[in-house]
C-alpha cells in the first residue's frame, strides 16, 4: 500500500459490509493486524473512529469485501497523514457534547450505531462510535440509548475537570436532533417509540432533571457526532472533521 493513491474519505457512502459465508476469504492474522494498527490510531484521530469500529465487526472471518475496506482506510490516512487535532491555549473552557446514533444499520443484527464527540473550547476531546448492546424498536429509543451513553462519559469527564480545578458551573450542553430523546429525557411517557426502552437507560432523565447535563436541539446539518455513527458525503466529512478540530501541519499559524 505505499504506492496506492489516496483518497478523500475513508468509505464510499452507501457501503454496506455484511458477513457473506460465500465471499472469498482472507487471512484472518494479516486482517486482525492491520484493523489493531488502525484502532491504536483511533486515538489521535477521531474522523476514521467510525469505519475502525465498522471493519473490526469482522475480524473473525473476514472476506474481499472487508479486506477492501480496509484497504481505504490506508489509503485514506496516505493521503492525510499530516493531520491532527489542534489544541489551542486560552479560550473558552467550557464542555459541550454531541450525541447521535444510526438507527438499525448493521445488516447482519439490526443494531444500531451510538456516537457521541465532546469538545472542549475549539476542539475535540473525548468521542467514540459503537455498536448498541440491544436492538432497538425505534429511532426514539436508539437516540436515548446513544444519549444515555454520551451522559455518562460527561458525568466522569465532568468528575475529572474538578479534579483538574476546573469546574464546569453550568449544566453541559449535549446537543441531539432528535426532538422524542428531548422530551422523553424531561418527562417519561410510556408511548410506542419509548415503552421498550429498559429502564437502566432512563438514569438520564435523572441527570438533566438535577442539572448535571442539559439535552440541547441541534439541526441534523449542524450535529458533529453524524461523523462518528455513518458514512457521510465528502463535503459534510469535511466540514464536520474540521468542527471537531482537526486540521493540516500546515495550518498551524
Same mark, same amino acid.
Given at each position: ?12 457512502? %452507501?457501503?454496506?459490509?455484511?458477513? +457473506? ?46 479486506? %477492501? ?36 444499520? +448493521? ?13 472542549? %473550547? ?132
Amino acid at each position: 500500500m505505499l504506492k496506492c493513491n489516496s483518497v478523500r474519505n475513508s468509505i464510499v457512502p %452507501g457501503t454496506k459490509l455484511v458477513k +457473506d459465508e460465500d465471499e472469498v476469504k482472507v487471512d484472518a492474522t494479516g486482517y486482525k493486524q492491520i484493523v489493531e494498527s488502525l484502532r491504536y490510531l483511533t486515538t489521535t484521530r477521531p474522523d476514521v473512529m467510525y469505519v475502525v469500529g465498522l471493519v473490526s465487526r469482522y475480524m473473525e472471518k473476514p472476506t474481499e469485501l472487508h479486506l %477492501g475496506a480496509v484497504k481505504r482506510i490506508l489509503r485514506y490516512i496516505k493521503g492525510t497523514s499530516n493531520l491532527g487535532i489542534l489544541y489551542k491555549k486560552g479560550g473558552i473552557g467550557e464542555l459541550v457534547g454531541y450525541t447521535d446514533s444510526d438507527y438499525a444499520r +448493521d445488516q447482519d443484527d439490526r443494531r444500531s450505531t451510538s456516537g457521541y464527540a465532546f469538545l472542549f %473550547g475549539d476542539s475535540v476531546v473525548a468521542w467514540s462510535s459503537k455498536k448498541q448492546p440491544i436492538v432497538t424498536l425505534s429511532t426514539t429509543e436508539a437516540e436515548f440509548v446513544a444519549a444515555a451513553a454520551c451522559a455518562c462519559q460527561a458525568v466522569w469527564m465532568r468528575r475529572v475537570l474538578d479534579a483538574f480545578n476546573h469546574p464546569q458551573r453550568e449544566s453541559i450542553m449535549l446537543y441531539c436532533d432528535n426532538a422524542s430523546t428531548i422530551k422523553l429525557s424531561k418527562n417519561v411517557v410510556l408511548h410506542g417509540r419509548s415503552k421498550h426502552i429498559h429502564v437502566k437507560y432512563h438514569f438520564l432523565r435523572e441527570l438533566s432533571n438535577n442539572k448535571i447535563i442539559k439535552l440541547v436541539h441541534c439541526g441534523t446539518k449542524e450535529q458533529t457526532s453524524d461523523i462518528m455513527t455513518k458514512a457521510l458525503k465528502l463535503e459534510t466529512f469535511e466540514k464536520l472533521r474540521e468542527k471537531l478540530g482537526i486540521c493540516g501541519a500546515t495550518e498551524i499559524n
